[in-house]
């Protein structure tokens, strides 16, 4: 092909680059000169075009680009016809779009003036749905190169899997804290993501958050279903927790526990009696595209899919910071465990002690707010806040030297979430948790708490922690940062257990024994746990 200016009288056929008027009448980009239009032109003054004239051997855009896109259809992709050098390619059927980058890259790379542009591998699409574009770049390109740019992909460069429809098992595991609405929720956001399939929800059993409730719930659907779901009221956080466990006590086996992708890391994958079963990370509890997506669209398409492909899914797995994250995951400067930061609640009234202050009583010989702030100003927190209101002055002598620091409540009477609120706020910026702590809790020992701080940092620092004991939720709690702007909301005598039972970010609990809950509110219940009251 030669472009540029041509001579009028030499331009017949040739392919015009730019519009221009002749006699009245438009002619536009790419149109193939006539020998009407030559003799409007030369009326016109017209002495020379810029334009495209083919040689032998050359194919113009149109044609170029159906003969390739002609050698790329596979069954379930369809071409349509060809305008201004491109021809676009559809999904027939829903399905999940796969594609060898490597091949694209070698057609690519034949000719700039040649082009192939593809959805991202596993792509899932709808019906309909474009996939790709062949785009001819210049008016015309030689048959040569096109036949080149063919013979460097003799086999498919891409594919359609077709979704296919399953019956699917679903376990929601169930705790006090967890309220039924957002298990609701998750059960219609659950079905809509399975609807792309063609698939739906059998039947869904909702046991507690135990091993061997979740293994009977897996054995009771096995038969009738071709794939389980199971999310969790708690967050995963290790290889042999409920989930996992319950899925080889089930006959199962575990695949794998954590993937590369964010948001979905505490993705599990396993089998029982050769049918998938994915323990679903707590972000499928939302409609946005996660890890879960990733694993379940193979699967939906009849895909196997192993460790090693998991394994693989890092490179393009960073999906989006979740909007509620006020800062990106990776710590900066100090570990990790050095963003939870303590808060320990010391502003109470003790008003069913009479005239004693509670948090004075001697444990050991030692003040029982002296003996939890110990702890936690031991525990591994980067800094710690004690919140002082009831007796500020006597209360913040006996924590004189352990290095907390200190931020008074005037608001103190007006019930707990004055001083959540005042203990949030005087937190750093870098704070990733809080680690809220109980004044009166003289049970609570630094194992428990460097327990608590484990699991979130474990968990990324996006879930709620939470101490309990037998099954029954009490405190300490972690707060993740994402969940600070709620409790700044907070009014009259609540704490913490009203955000938490939102829903909003995944709970983990973590056994710490009887201490979990005792409190001493009484002067019965502070002599049955060993302390002493005094003036």
């Known amino acids: 092909m ?14 015009l680059a730019h519009s221009m008027l002749a006699g009245g009448a438009r002619l536009r980009k790419a149109h193939r000169l006539t020998a009407e239009d030559i003799a409007l032109l030369q009326a016109e003054g017209v002495s020379t075009v810029i334009a495209a004239k083919l040689e032998p051997g050359d194919l113009d855009e149109d044609r170029a680009a159906a003969r390739l896109a002609e050698h790329l259809v596979v069954d379930g992709i369809v071409a349509r016809a060809p305008a201004t050098g491109r021809v676009n390619l559809y999904a027939e059927k829903a399905g999940l779009f796969i594609v060898d980058r490597g091949a694209v890259d070698r057609l690519n790379a034949v000719d ?27 008016f015309a390109v030689s048959a040569g190169r096109v036949d080149e740019a063919m013979e460097k992909v003799r086999a498919s460069v891409f594919r359609l899997a077709p ?7 679903m376990v929601q595991t169930a705790l006090p804290s967890l309220k039924d609405s957002v298990l609701d929720k998750t059960a219609r ?24 409730a979740v293994a009977r719930a897996l054995r009771a659907l096995r038969d009738e279903s071709d794939m389980l779901l199971v ?45 998938p079963v994915i323990g679903a990370p707590g972000c499928a509890r939302s409609p946005k595209t996660n890890g879960f ?3 379940l669209d193979r699967l939906m398409a009849g895909l196997a899919v192993s460790s090693a492909d998991i394994a693989g899914m890092g490179v393009g797995g960073l999906l989006a ?15 990790r465990e050095l963003a939870v930061w303590g808060v320990l609640l010391a502003a109470g009234q003790s008003r069913r002690m009479g005239d004693h202050n509670k948090l004075l009583a001697r444990f050991d010989g030692v003040p029982l707010v002296r003996r939890t702030g110990a702890a936690l100003a031991k525990a591994r927190v980067g800094g710690a806040v004690a919140v002082l209101g009831h007796e500020a002055e006597r209360v913040h002598s006996a924590l004189d030297g352990l290095g907390l620091g200190i931020a008074f409540n005037e608001a103190y009477e007006d019930g707990l979430s004055t001083s959540l609120r005042t203990g949030i706020a005087a937190l750093p910026e870098g704070a990733a948790g809080a680690l809220v702590m109980l004044a009166d809790m003289p049970e609570i020992g630094l194992e428990d708490l460097n327990r608590l701080v484990d699991a979130f940092v474990k968990a990324g620092g996006n879930a ?41 970010v995944s709970v983990i609990d973590v056994e710490t024994g009887a201490g979990a809950h005792l409190d001493v509110d009484t002067p019965e219940a502070l002599e049955k746990a060993g302390g002493v009251l005094i003036q």
């Open 2 to 15: 030669k472009f540029g200016p041509i001579a009028i009288d030499e331009a017949e056929g040739a392919v």
């Open 112 to 138: 700039p003036a040649i082009t192939l542009a593809t959805l991202p591998d596993y792509s899932a699409v709808a019906e309909g749905q474009m996939v790709a574009t062949v785009k001819i770049i210049p």
């Open 163 to 169: 979704f296919r429809p399953h019956a699917v098992g």
């Open 189 to 212: 956001i659950t079905g809509d993501r399975l609807a792309r399939s063609g698939s739906r929800v059998t039947r869904e059993l909702r046991p507690a958050h135990e091993t061997d």
């Open 231 to 275: 999310f969790g009221a708690s967050a995963v956080c290790d290889a042999d927790d409920v989930i996992p466990a319950a899925i080889r006590r089930a006959g199962g086996t575990v695949e794998r526990v954590g993937m590369p992708v964010d948001p979905g890391n505490l993705l599990v994958l396993g089998t029982i009696d050769g049918k």
């Open 293 to 295: 997506d990733w694993v």
């Open 321 to 335: 910071e979740i909007p509620t994250r006020p800062q990106p995951r990776e710590g900066k400067g100090e570990p």
């Open 464 to 504: 709620v922690v939470r101490a309990t004991h037998n099954g029954k939720r009490g405190n300490p709690v972690i707060l993740p940062r994402a969940l600070f702007a709620e409790v700044a909301r907070l009014q009259g005598d609540t704490g913490a257990r009203h955000v938490v039972e939102q829903g909003l």
